[in-house]
């Protein structure tokens, strides 16, 4: 307990709630005091010498005196390698069984006594004492892991048999068991061994990625922890971790790029540094990370390349990201503390009397019966589906938050269903897990067993009755309520895991990930004919798979608003393409001029949603003074204007893993000045948006990659790379388009196509999705070439033929 949790105990004792919290935080280090085993001596263990290797189809198992390891190169680059007879299947990451051997990789020796697996993309080298390179077909080292290390109980297992790591040498085959923990020979689990892998990468190396890092998106020296975690309200940049982590690095070098996945689900913490050249004697000091896990499997995927094939990559291992449906890439406005229909109506009438588009209203918990899950406080919400008719009519869907906590209650309709299906968490004596959330004691579903999933995905027949359009999910770390520690569950709690058993240690970062699976899949069940719309506070790897994610409590202020970013960013990194901050912040009341910036920068991102606590001010545009009301407005207008771009790049986000968000080196990460750039974004490849994010700002620098680009207020033209100083007035920030971009704008009209006038004697283009509704369906990808000819500039489709659109030439 440190002293910001001591004064919390101190406060939360005078309140009822605070009180259950802390008899409740007792509860549970009682549990896991009885229930898991302490650490005693242990053994350190390191593979040991290579003594002998086998070929599989694309690659093969390496033995050495203490271990095995099984390195294989998939179809498409990706690289596996997995310790210990660790597979790389099954896996809560993984999109099916995973991807097929590569045939036409193969084993070799290597000098110095070691082996290598070559194929196209990528050469792994391993050396005769267990330590792993991966290199570019050209033979740049990309990253060098060193040999691993484990430290194993020393004596025997309660069973009386030997403790792990007496049998995994001489061939014994190994394999996996269904929560991805390797299983020994002899069969017994071996994954609660803790380990560590170290690598090194090239000096000149930026690291990004890790989930979501307010303090990112390049993530500096530090250590950071791998554990979903609610941060006990506003975080800024100084707070880690957050609710998604992600074993997922993306390493950027001059050598080229690479994303680093460690496929278990346990606790662990990444220690980062930065590299540097020319340190000490002249010579590079390389880049270091080192990840201690607490267990689980010693398992990776490695994929290599430019950052748009890494992404399509780990789209392909992970699974295709879920296309929100259309009306979800509008304005959302949500609130903790909306209080009554009354008040739903005053709010939307208020957009709808100012002419200013809002999508969709966000009910927080206060709409629920003494704040319990699939209920409706009937007082304050008489008739929730005549009121979502209604704003319908108006072109405004409602959107529900979710709980996963269930109020532990006799008698409600529930927990009693719960009970008699079986769902919910318990201990090691079969005993209901519970906690304090805001309806009281809980208990809380097990997302990580498909009955339990399956009954949980029944409930939210209840919220489509209620004419919600979509879902939330909140508080789904899990959270329980205490003034010091985890705010979780206890480790000790009993997960299904798929069939396999375990603890809290192994299901915890997965609970998120495995909820929203739950509902994904029911509301796919219960409206087929629609993409369903849901996005989950808490993650993990492949999460993407079943809707987006936003920021969390952000705190309000300027620190808060740059953490927005980073958040964007990074999630996008990890292939989450669809996020966003509550804009404004969450606690607090933003200042008019913190408040627009917010507003400028949410208009550019994939989740655009205002959202607040109920102690925290309003978030409405008019709220603050005519002068903001205006510059929100222009800024609605626009992400109005740019309706047809985001349909297009949620389906290429669908197809090929690429974000519409994007770091600004993602065209040229040899770019080393851009790699260090962290206060601007791509979004698609046509544009370049300079949020302000500092206060008192009308002028700003930014920084551009190669190529001609253009200011799109003012038409002025700028070559890059390098860096200029554009003006960023109240009512904008800068924004600029690449030259030869074609995209897909909202006219007067309708749809049509705005290009910017390429270079002389170049040439560009730009992709069309089109709306084709809320369903299922994939449209066509429409593909557009620009160019001179005659002295105009030219727009035709890649097969020649007129675009068949409306066409805008800006830039000449």
Sequence with gaps: MDARDLVRTVKDAGSARGLRALRTAWRHDRADAAALPRRGAERARVPGALTGAEPRPGGGVLRFARSQLRVMVAVGGAVFWGWDGAGCTPSYALAGGGPEPDARAVLEPDTDGGWRVVSERVTVVVSRTGAVEVRTPGGAMLRRELPPRWWEPVGEAADGSPRAGAARAGGGEAGTGVDGVPVGAAGRAVGGARWLARAEVPADARFFGLGGRASGPRLRDGTYRLWN???????????????????????????????????????????????????????????????????????????????????????????????????????????????????????????????????????????????????????????????????????????????????????????????????????GRGREVRGEVWPGECVYPDFTDPAAREWWGGLYAERLGQGFSGVWHDMNEPVSFRPFGDMTLPRSARHALEGAGGDHRAAHNVYGLAMARAGYEALVRLRPAERPFLFSRSGWAGMQRYGGTWSGDVETGWPGLRASLALVLGLGLCGVPYSGPDVGGFGGSPSPELYLRWFQLGAYLPLFRTHAAIWAGRREPWEFGAEVLEHARAALAERERLRPYFVTLAQLAHRTGAPYVRPVWWGAPEDRALRDCEDAFLLGDALLVAPVLEPGADRRAVRLPRGRWYDTATGAAYEGPGQVLLDAPAGRVPVLARAGAVVPVRGAEGLELEVWAPALGRTGGGLLVRDEGDGFALPEVERFVSRWAGGQVWVEREDGSQPGLPVRVRGV
């Design 229 to 427: 975690t609610d941060p006990r309200g506003g975080f800024g940049p100084e707070d880690d971790p957050l609710y998604i982590t992600m074993p997922v690095q993306v390493v950027v070098s001059d050598a080229g790029t690479h994303l680093m996945f460690h496929d278990s689900t346990w606790d662990g913490r990444v220690t980062l540094r930065e590299g540097e050249e020319g340190a000490g004697s002249g010579q590079d000091r390389p880049g270091v990370s080192e990840l201690r896990m607490e267990g689980g499997p010693l398992r990776v995927w490695v994929l290599v390349g430019t950052p748009a094939r890494v992404l399509r990559g780990w789209a392909g291992l992970t699974g295709a990201a879920a296309v929100p449906p259309s009306w979800a890439l509008g304005y959302q406005h949500a609130r903790w503390g909306f209080g009554s229909e009354r008040e739903v109506r005053r709010v939307v009438a208020g957009y709808r009397e100012r002419g200013l588009p809002l999508a969709a209203v966000h009910l927080d918990i206060d709409h629920y019966d003494g704040h319990r899950v699939f209920t409706v406080d009937r007082e304050r919400f008489p008739d929730l589906p005549a009121l979502a008719g209604e704003l319908r009519e108006q072109g405004v869907r409602l959107v529900s938050i979710v709980d996963p906590a269930v109020k532990a209650e006799p008698g409600d309709a529930v927990y009693e269903g719960g009970r008699a299906a079986g769902a919910f968490v318990r201990d």
